[in-house]
Each structure stands twice: as C-alpha cells, then as structure tokens.
C-alpha cells in the first residue's frame, strides 16, 4: 500500500516536470516581453505586465508571432495566459448549434421529399434526387467532424491546446474543408438539375446548361486545389506547430476567390427560375409560394456574403483554432440551408396530400375536401397521346386530378408533345 501511494507521488512529480519543461520562455519570447514592456509601459515585472494591459498583450502576442517559431510563439502565449489567470475560451458550442440546428431542419425536409417520392418511387426517382442523397450523406460527415474537432479543442485558443491537439484540429478542419467543397458543388448541381426537369423550354436549357458546366468545372477546380493546396499534402495540418517542411500556396487568396465566384454563382442559379415559375399555368396564389419557396434560396446568398467577411478576416490569424470558427459556423449554414432548401417543393407536396384541407397548400380558401385531387369521390379516365418526330404513342390512365398525371409526360422537349384529354361530368378538358 505504501509503495502504491510513492509510485503515485512519483508519477506526479514526473508529469509535472515533463509539463514545466514543455512550458518554458524561449530566448526570443523574453525578448520579446523585455523589449515590449520598455518600449510601450513603465512596467518591469516580465509577463506579469501583460495581466492588466490588453493593448500590451496584444503588442507581446504580435511580437511572439513574428520573431519566434510557431512552437516558441505557442508555449509563450500559453505561460503568459496560466500566469495571468486569463480564462480558457471556448467557442466550441457557438459552432454546434448553427451546424447542428440548420442540419436537422435539412433532415427534416429531406425525410418529406422521400415521403413525396414513396408512392411511386421507382418511377419517380431522378438525378436531383440522387444527387439530394449524395448531399445529405456529406452533410451528416461534415456535421461529425465537427464533433470531433470539439474533442480535440476545437473552439479554444490553439496555446492552450497540446501541438499534437492543435495538428489533429486542423486535419478535421482540412477534411471538413473537403466536404464543404463538395456538398456546395453537389447542391448547386442538384438545383440546375431539378431545374432543366421542371422547365424543358429549349430557351431555359439554353440558360440552364452552360450554367450548370460552369458550376461544375468551378466545383472541380477549386475541390483539387483545396487538396493540393500543400506539398506534401499534410504540411497543410502541420505547419500550424511548426512540423515538418513544405511549401503551400497562397490559402488566403484561393479561399476569397473560391467565395466570390461561389457568391455569384448562388445569384445566378436562383434568379434563373423566377421568370419561368412566373410564367407557370397557376393561380396568382400558388406563383407567389412557389417563388417564396425560391427565393429562400437568396438567403443563401446572403449567408455566403457573410462566411466572406469572416473569410476575409482570417487572413492573419495566429489563433486558427479559435478564429475560424465562425467561418466554419457560415460554411456549414450554406451548405445545410442548400439542401433545405431544394427540398422545400416536396414540404408543400407532402401538405397538400395529407392534409388537403390546410388554407395555405390548399387551390381555394374555404374549398371542400372534395376540391381536392387527392380526396375526389372517382378517378376519371384520361387518354394521354404523345406525337414524335417519326411514331405516335397512346397512354391510357385513370387519376384524380391532373395533378396525378405522371411526370414523364411533360420531360421530352423538342421529340415528343403529350396530350392529356380529362373527362369529367360530362365535360372535356385537354392538357398539355
């Protein structure tokens, strides 16, 4: 027993050394104090100075930064701050609830758009919605690394994080980086997509797809150059504790350049839609919420606009731990709104299917639930025929409404015209 409670003692005593010897003043750090606290106060009692004098920390951390090796500048900092009692900061829940919240309002939205394809899913299933999954999957594996970078410090000062915590959040922070890269791409993709099935016009599609190479060729571009930004690729993580050698290019610059064009882009892909929902067969009513639905998408614009001014702003960053985390936070409240928002239309398909008699998703105030085309008393009869260049093809099919005529009929532009005839009541009514 007595030489369990030595061993222990003696174990103590070892790991405080070890911590005393790591949390040593290089030469150049007390330099750098001795030559701050003479030139800027009147003070001569070391670090101490830098307790009650923000401005002449801040003049001492700028010094450590420039004159010594990332390491040096590292364990000074983090002296000075147990010296001074200085409280450990932790931006790590500020950048959880932005992720988190945003990407289960997503998860929300995208278990509506499986319930919209359910009934006919496997006549309904297109790219878009390929590409919806694709997205979803990358924003779940965006939202744990997150976790994961919280584990290791994340949020905190990077001083007051060990080198090896400090290397291990920037690697999280450099694949997160991917991700990020790739989810924008995929639900950019997923909107023009969408769009090109939603409106076959040859005028549209004469818009839409120089549009859609332009995003992907931007998506691909800069996804190698965000992998390739260092070599050896992990001098990327590295370099922030002084390990290892390598040469990277200018992240800054890239980064600012990726946002912009990303800021452009999110304009051009959500007003390319307005003038043709305008256009659109339907009551006053449903124009203005289908284009509210869209123009939710401007709110990602103005998220993008935002992540670039936090983009900009850490540019000279010592502290990367900590300061990115509010670019992390509008990285991730993109990407989440994006996918939100592509599957906002099946939220309002999914309302009026199973709760037909809401005012709002309903085609009239006041209407019975026998106005609606999922609650009609029969289905009627419907001859859909299609005339292509060189043969005739007749569908017959039984629905509610027009509403449930299938959505293929209108998705051959330019080959083959549909023409459904309804019968109802005596009455004729053609659609195409």
């Not at 009541?425 to 053609?430: A, I």
Request: charged content about 15%.
């Amino acid at each position: 027993m007595y030489k369990g409670h030595v061993l222990a003692l003696l174990c103590m005593f070892l790991s405080r050394s070890v911590s005393a010897q790591q949390l040593t003043f290089s030469e150049c750090a007390t330099e750098c104090t001795s030559e701050v606290t003479s030139q800027f106060s009147t003070c001569n009692s070391g670090i101490q100075c830098f307790c009650t004098n923000s401005y002449l920390w801040k003049l001492g951390q700028h010094c450590f930064n420039s004159n010594c090796t990332i390491q040096e500048a590292l364990v000074a900092q983090n002296i000075t701050a147990l010296s001074c009692s200085f409280p450990d900061r932790n931006r790590g829940p500020d950048s959880s609830w932005p992720t988190f919240t945003s990407l289960a309002v997503a998860l929300c939205l995208v278990v509506t758009r499986v319930i919209a394809l359910a009934p006919n899913i496997k006549t309904l299933w297109g790219w878009d919605d390929v590409l919806v999954a694709f997205a979803t999957v990358v924003a779940i594996c965006n939202a744990a690394s997150t976790l994961v970078a919280r584990h290791y410090g994340y949020g905190r000062d990077a001083w007051r994080l060990t080198f090896d915590n400090t290397k291990a959040v920037e690697e999280i922070y450099y694949i997160g980086g991917v991700f990020f890269v790739v989810g924008l791409t995929t639900i950019k993709t997923t909107f023009l997509v969408f769009y090109l099935k939603l409106f076959p016009s040859p005028a549209f599609r004469r818009m839409a797809i120089p549009l859609l190479v332009i995003t992907l060729l931007h998506g691909t571009t800069f996804f190698f150059l965000f992998i390739f930004q260092c070599s050896p690729i992990n001098y990327a993580w590295t370099l922030w504790v002084g390990q290892g050698q390598g040469k990277c290019l200018d992240f800054g610059l890239g980064a600012v350049l990726h946002a912009v064009m990303n800021i452009m882009l999110d304009f051009l892909i959500f007003a390319l839609p307005i003038s043709q929902l305008w256009n659109l067969n339907l009551s006053r009513k449903k124009k203005v919420q289908v284009i509210a639905m869209f123009c939710v998408g401007f709110l990602i614009t103005i998220v993008s606009i935002l992540r670039l001014w936090t983009l900009i702003a850490l540019a000279d960053t010592y502290n990367p731990t900590y300061d990115a985390v509010p670019l992390g936070a509008y990285s991730d409240l993109e990407f989440n709104i994006g996918i939100a928002c592509i599957c906002m239309p099946s939220f309002r398909l999914v309302l009026r299917r199973y709760l037909p008699s809401c005012s709002l998703f309903s085609s009239k105030h006041g209407a019975s639930k026998h106005d609606d085309d999922h609650s009609a008393p029969a289905p009627r009869a419907v001859n859909l025929t299609g005339s292509g260049l060189d043969q005739t093809t007749t569908r017959s099919f039984r629905i509610s409404s027009e509403h449930d005529i299938p959505h293929d009929f209108s998705y051959q532009p330019g080959t083959t015209r549909y023409q459904a005839t309804v019968e109802s009541n005596g009455s004729h009514r053609v659609l195409t």
